[in-house]
């Protein structure tokens, strides 16, 4: 018993380690590649080398795409712990640790402990929200800062205090200096949103938040770095960060990820699994019950406005809604703690037939996902790792009538956290052994290379160094005319580019890339080459 009080008393920083182990497990274990870690984790270590704290860079020229705020950290973590990939990936782990117990605290503070713990839980064991947290982008930050912002807020709301509003607009400053405005925008509709629900929505209540001094005090926390940056890139930073990657990104598709309104919706879905598969009947049941308690409203409203607010964009992507995430979470949770009160648990039956057919589906279409993939053909062994899917929830369903909704929710988040282990510990260290910069590496560690055109950002970051990036042809005939032992690495998928190639050098590695639709080559100047020159 007092081993259970103890346990009990520090339970939020076992949460906290608990998820900091969780986020952070294996992610020194396989080499950063994906193209957003790559960009991100390089642009930090440039700007650590270079000491130039306002304009971030990738490969030697000027990076728009975020603000600072996690390069700040990461540089901070390679002074610690050397530039590799724990240490781009470690403050995320802090970022999705910190946030899950600050809304564990919020949940046992206003629902319930019960309801408190398999919040953590559902969260926890999310794959892809758990995915997010183990990767060096700048999303962990904007999620536990836009989570910390509205919680604050709320915590007001239920008691004013300057001290909540004080955190809650210094959160928003950071969550500014995270990802941008969208931080403000998120906070103040929602805000809008739950007010109107409690039929609070006044000018007179509105200013007992001090809006106007508060969204001052976040701008003093974020305005110094975006006019830095303004002035040392002569307006170019300002340029392309709030248009191109703000405005833009909203009402024009970046990058091909566009999508039909229900798309964002979707990834709600996916990116809650395996507990999203009752977030529907969740949802409405927090729809009906929305006038009954505060923060179940606060949470529905948080959803509501998140969802609907990235279905409109343009631009779509499974991360740009996970600030919903945990909030969408105690929706869940709410909702599975109350099914002992009902007679009938169909609706636990449905979901986990739901997630054994799901579980079916991953084996079976990654191991021909992988059979047919030009690097990956002889891996298919490893769709093996989706199987506990499948067979976790057939157990489940065997046994679910015997389980009180605690100890269902730990079994299933268990068995989601062993297929995290296995895609981070097993799968992803295996398939980076056939990336295009795994296979290079031998042959251009100790090489004088240049980028024709373009080239897989992650060999920035794995090699530590920068390469001249040559735009024609003319200037790379005279380069390596300069020098024949120069080597030419590219991806560019153009024809012309290609043939050019093909024509003047010969190609020693040709290696498909992992997840993206290119290949990256390797060129020298062949002997005929060299006795013409």
């Given at each position: 018993?007092?081993?259970?009080?103890?346990?009990?008393?520090?339970?939020?920083?076992?949460?906290?380690?608990?998820?900091?182990?969780?986020?952070?497990?294996?992610?020194?274990?396989?080499?950063?590649?994906?193209?957003?870690?790559?960009?991100?984790?390089?642009?930090?270590?440039?700007?650590?080398?270079?000491?130039?704290?306002?304009?971030?860079?990738?490969?030697?020229?000027?990076?728009?795409?975020?603000?600072?705020?996690?390069?700040?950290?990461?540089?901070?973590?390679?002074?610690?712990?050397?530039?590799?990939?724990?240490?781009?990936?470690?403050?995320?782990?802090?970022?999705?640790?910190?946030?899950?117990?600050?809304?564990?605290?919020?949940?046992?503070?206003?629902?319930?402990?019960?309801?408190?713990?398999?919040?953590?839980?559902v969260?926890?064991?999310?794959?892809?929200?758990?995915?997010?947290?183990?990767?060096?982008?700048?999303?962990?930050?904007?999620?536990?800062?836009?989570?910390?912002?509205?919680?604050?807020?709320?915590d007001?709301?239920?008691?004013?205090?300057?001290?909540?509003?004080?955190?809650?607009?210094?959160?928003?400053?950071?969550?500014l200096?995270?990802?941008?405005?969208?931080?403000?925008?998120?906070?103040?509709?929602?805000?809008?949103?739950?007010?109107?629900?409690?039929?609070?929505?006044?000018?007179?209540?509105?200013?007992?938040?001090?809006?106007?001094?508060?969204?001052?005090?976040?701008?003093?926390?974020?305005?110094?770095?975006?006019?830095?940056?303004?002035?040392?890139?002569?307006?170019?930073?300002?340029?392309?960060?709030?248009?191109?990657?703000n405005?833009?990104?909203?009402?024009?598709?970046?990058?091909?990820?566009?999508?039909?309104?229900?798309?964002?919706?979707?990834?709600?879905?996916?990116?809650?699994l395996?507990?999203?598969?009752?977030?529907?009947?969740?949802?409405?049941?927090?729809?009906?019950?929305?006038?009954?308690?505060?923060?179940?409203?606060?949470?529905?409203?948080?959803?509501?406005?998140?969802?609907?607010?990235f279905?409109?964009?343009?631009?779509?992507?499974?991360?740009?809604?996970?600030?919903?995430f945990?909030?969408?979470?105690?929706?869940?949770?709410?909702?599975?703690?109350r099914?002992?009160?009902?007679?009938?648990?169909k609706?636990?039956?449905?979901?986990?037939?739901?997630?054994i057919?799901?579980?079916?589906?991953?084996?079976?279409?990654?191991?021909?996902?992988?059979?047919?993939?030009?690097?990956?053909?002889?891996?298919?062994?490893?769709?093996?790792?989706?199987?506990?899917?499948?067979?976790?929830?057939?157990?489940?369903?065997?046994?679910?009538?015997?389980?009180?909704?605690?100890?269902?929710?730990?079994?299933?988040?268990?068995?989601?956290?062993?297929?995290?282990?296995?895609?981070?510990?097993?799968?992803?260290?295996?398939?980076?052994?056939?990336?295009?910069?795994?296979?290079?590496?031998?042959?251009?560690?100790?090489?004088?290379?240049?980028?024709?055109?373009?080239?897989?950002?992650?060999?920035?970051?794995?090699?530590?160094?920068?390469?001249?990036?040559?735009?024609?042809?003319?200037?790379?005939?005279?380069?390596?005319?300069q020098?024949?032992?120069?080597?030419?690495?590219?991806?560019?998928?153009?024809?012309?580019?290609?043939?050019?190639?093909?024509?003047?050098?010969?190609?020693?590695?040709?290696?498909?890339?992992?997840?993206?639709?290119?290949?990256?080559?390797?060129?020298?100047?062949?002997?005929?080459?060299?006795?013409?020159?």
């Amino acid at each position: 018993m007092e081993i259970k009080a103890l346990v009990f008393s520090y339970r939020y920083y076992l949460i906290g380690l608990v998820g900091f182990v969780l986020f952070s497990a294996f992610s020194a274990a396989f080499p950063i590649y994906i193209l957003d870690e790559a960009k991100n984790s390089e642009a930090a270590r440039e700007m650590l080398v270079s000491q130039n704290y306002f304009v971030p860079t990738f490969n030697g020229e000027l990076r728009t795409d975020k603000p600072p705020f996690h390069y700040f950290l990461m540089m901070l973590s390679y002074s610690l712990f050397g530039v590799g990939p724990f240490a781009a990936r470690f403050f995320s782990a802090v970022a999705g640790a910190v946030m899950l117990v600050l809304i564990t605290r919020s949940v046992e503070r206003y629902l319930h402990w019960h309801t408190a713990g398999m919040t953590a839980l559902v969260l926890s064991s999310s794959l892809l929200f758990a995915q997010e947290f183990h990767l060096a982008v700048p999303d962990p930050f904007l999620i536990l800062f836009v989570t910390a912002s509205l919680l604050y807020f709320f915590d007001h709301d239920q008691r004013p205090s300057k001290k909540s509003l004080l955190l809650a607009y210094t959160f928003l400053g950071l969550g500014l200096l995270s990802k941008g405005p969208i931080a403000l925008v998120i906070v103040a509709l929602t805000a809008l949103v739950y007010l109107g629900f409690s039929k609070k929505l006044s000018w007179r209540y509105l200013l007992s938040f001090y809006p106007f001094l508060g969204v001052l005090f976040s701008l003093c926390i974020a305005a110094p770095w975006y006019i830095g940056a303004h002035v040392a890139t002569d307006g170019a930073f300002t340029e392309g960060f709030f248009l191109d990657h703000n405005l833009n990104r909203f009402s024009d598709q970046k990058e091909g990820h566009g999508g039909p309104f229900i798309l964002t919706t979707a990834w709600v879905l996916v990116g809650l699994l395996p507990f999203g598969v009752w977030l529907i009947p969740a949802w409405f049941k927090a729809y009906k019950a929305r006038w009954d308690q505060d923060f179940i409203r606060f949470c529905f409203s948080v959803g509501l406005v998140i969802v609907v607010f990235f279905s409109f964009s343009d631009t779509k992507l499974p991360n740009y809604p996970m600030p919903a995430f945990a909030f969408l979470g105690v929706l869940i949770a709410d909702y599975l703690a109350r099914l002992q009160e009902q007679a009938s648990r169909k609706t636990l039956q449905w979901g986990l037939i739901s997630l054994i057919v799901l579980g079916i589906a991953a084996v079976v279409g990654a191991y021909f996902g992988l059979k047919q993939h030009p690097a990956l053909g002889d891996l298919s062994y490893l769709s093996s790792a989706f199987l506990p899917i499948s067979i976790g929830a057939l157990a489940l369903l065997l046994r679910h009538k015997d389980l009180a909704p605690l100890p269902f929710v730990l079994a299933l988040a268990l068995n989601w956290m062993l297929i995290g282990w296995l895609l981070w510990g097993w799968v992803f260290p295996t398939m980076n052994a056939y990336s295009p910069v795994a296979k290079s590496l031998p042959l251009i560690a100790d090489r004088e290379v240049v980028v024709y055109k373009r080239l897989d950002p992650a060999f920035l970051i794995q090699t530590q160094r920068t390469f001249d990036r040559i735009e024609d042809a003319d200037t790379l005939q005279k380069r390596t005319a300069q020098n024949p032992e120069i080597f030419v690495l590219t991806n560019t998928k153009e024809a012309v580019d290609l043939e050019f190639l093909s024509e003047h050098y010969e190609m020693i590695l040709e290696a498909p890339a992992l997840f993206e639709d290119n290949s990256t080559r390797i060129w020298r100047v062949t002997k005929a080459g060299k006795q013409s020159q």
